[in-house]
C-alpha cells in the first residue's frame, strides 16, 4: 500500500534540540560532517524519509550522541 504524501513516518528527529543544548547551527552542524544544509533541514523539520548509517554516525559524532537520543519514535 502506497503511503500518503503527507503520512508520518512516527520518527521523530531530535535535531534542533541537540543543536540547541549543545550551542550549535545546522550551517555548522553542516559543515562539520559535509552535508547539505537542505538534507539536515528536512531531518531537522520531520521530513525526512530516509537516512544512511554513513550520515547518521557522523551526526551522531559531530553532536556526542547516540542514534536514540536523534531519533525516536514519535508520541
Avoid at 521523530?12 to 560532517?33: I, P, Y
Avoid at 531531518?43 to 524519509?49: A, I
Wanted: net charge negative; proline share 0%.
Amino acid at each position: 500500500m502506497a503511503r500518503a504524501k503527507d503520512e508520518s513516518t512516527g520518527v521523530h528527529c531530535r535535531l534542533d534540540e541537540l543543536l540547541e543544548e549543545r550551542g550549535m547551527t545546522l550551517t555548522e552542524l553542516s559543515r562539520t560532517v559535509d552535508i547539505t544544509f537542505a538534507n539536515l533541514s528536512a531531518l531537522k523539520n520531520d521530513r525526512g524519509r530516509a537516512i544512511r548509517f554513513s550520515t547518521l554516525t557522523a551526526i551522531c559524532r559531530a553532536l556526542d550522541c547516540e542514534i536514540g537520543e536523534l531519533l525516536v519514535l514519535a508520541a
